[in-house]
C-alpha cells in the first residue's frame, strides 16, 4: 500500500530536510575562553560563527592552565590562551598547535600609592603578587633577572612572590597584603582609574617584548576536521577584524556582553591601549618566551617545546589571504 503526500505536505517535508541540513552544516567547535578585555574579539567569535557555517559552543576558564587541562581531558577543540600556558602546556604534552596570536600586550606592574616603587630596582624587600603559571610571571621573572633581583614564595630571596589569583590581586593591593602586582587586564587599568594602584611600568622590555596571546587547536581538530578549522579561523579573522575597525562594537561588547556593566568606558579604553587586538604570532616570540621560561623556571618544564614544531600559522595566512586583510 502506498503513501499518499498531499501536495501542501511536500513544502513543509523539504523545509525540515532543508533546516536538517543546515543544522548538520553548521558543526559545532568547543572553545576556551578566558575573561579579560583582550579575550573579547575571541568571545566575539560565537556571535557571527553562524554566518561562517558553524556554532561555536564557549566556555570560560580562570586561567590558560585550565584551559589546557580541558584539551587534555579531550573538552574543546581550540583554546585562547597566554603563550605560557599554551607552551608549558605543549611541553607537558597537550597535542595542539598554535594557530594565531588574538592580542598582544595586556600585562603591567602596579604599586600601592605608599609603597614607593619607582622602578623594578625598589622591587626589592617588597611583596609582589603575581599569577602563578601565568605570562604576567614570565615577565615578572624576566624584569626581575634583567635587574638582578632573586625571587621566591619563601622569605629570604630580595622579592618575596605572593601567588594569587588574577581576581584576588587587586583586592590584596588594596588591603595592603601585597605592596606591588604584575597584574592583567582590565584588572591593571582598574586599580589605577579607583586610586589604589600607580602604574610603575608596562613589562615589555625584555627579549619577549609585548606578549602576545596565543590562538590553540587541538592536533586531531587542525588535521582531521580541517574545513571545520578553516571556517572557524576566517570567522575569528573576521571577529578581530570588526573589533579593529569598530572601537564602539567592541567597548560595547566586552563592557555589556563579558563584562555585564562592571568595567567602565576609561577601564575598557586603559585595558585596550595595553592590550591591542591582532591576528599574528611567529614561531620566533614562542620560542624567546620559551627559552625565558626555561631560563626562569616558570612552567618547570622537563623538555621544552621547539616553536618551529607546533607553531602552524598556514590556515591564518589563508584566511586572510581569502578576506583580504594584511
Aim: proline letters at 3%; charged letters at 25%; a positive charge.
Amino acid at each position: 500500500m502506498t503513501a499518499f503526500v498531499s501536495s501542501k505536505t511536500i513544502p513543509l517535508l523539504m523545509a525540515a530536510l532543508f533546516a536538517a541540513n543546515a543544522a548538520q552544516a553548521q558543526e559545532v567547535v568547543r572553545l576556551g575562553n578566558l575573561k579579560f578585555a583582550h579575550f573579547g574579539a575571541v568571545s566575539y567569535i560565537k556571535e557571527i560563527a553562524p554566518k561562517c557555517g558553524i556554532r561555536v559552543e564557549e566556555k570560560i576558564f580562570a586561567k590558560g592552565l585550565d584551559v589546557m587541562q580541558a584539551i587534555m581531558a579531550g573538552e574543546l577543540d581550540v583554546g585562547a590562551t597566554a603563550s605560557e600556558a599554551a607552551i608549558s602546556g605543549r611541553a607537558g604534552g597537550a597535542p595542539i598547535y598554535v594557530v594565531a596570536g588574538f592580542a598582544k600586550g595586556g600585562a603591567r606592574l602596579v604599586a600601592r600609592l605608599d609603597a614607593n616603587v619607582k622602578s623594578v630596582k625598589d622591587l626589592k624587600g617588597k611583596k609582589v603578587g603575581v599569577t602563578r603559571g601565568a605570562i604576567q610571571e614570565v615577565l615578572l621573572m624576566a624584569e626581575l633577572q634583567k635587574a638582578g633581583l632573586s625571587a621566591d614564595s619563601a622569605p629570604g630571596k630580595d622579592v618575596q612572590l605572593i601567588y594569587l589569583a588574577y581576581a584576588d590581586l587587586n583586592q590584596a593591593l588594596m588591603s595592603k597584603n601585597i605592596d606591588v602586582m604584575m597584574q592583567s587586564e582590565p584588572q591593571s587599568s582598574q586599580a589605577i582609574n579607583k586610586n589604589f594602584g600607580v602604574e610603575v611600568l608596562k613589562p615589555y622590555d625584555t627579549p619577549i617584548g609585548e606578549p602576545v596571546r596565543t590562538m590553540v587547536m587541538t592536533e586531531k581538530f587542525y588535521k582531521e576536521r580541517r574545513a571545520v578549522a578553516e571556517k572557524f579561523m576566517k570567522c575569528f579573522v573576521q571577529a578581530t577584524k570588526a573589533f579593529l575597525d569598530d572601537r564602539a562594537l567592541a567597548e560595547k561588547y566586552v563592557r555589556e556582553t563579558v563584562f555585564k556593566g562592571q568595567i567602565t568606558k576609561d577601564d575598557f579604553d586603559d585595558a585596550i591601549g595595553n592590550s591591542m587586538f591582532t591576528y599574528d604570532i611567529t614561531p620566533e616570540h614562542i620560542q624567546v618566551t620559551t627559552d625565558i621560561m626555561a631560563k626562569t623556571g616558570v612552567g618547570r618544564m622537563a623538555k621544552p617545546p621547539v616553536a618551529k614544531d607546533w607553531v602552524k600559522t598556514d590556515l591564518l595566512t589563508e584566511a586572510k589571504k581569502s578576506l583580504n586583510v594584511k
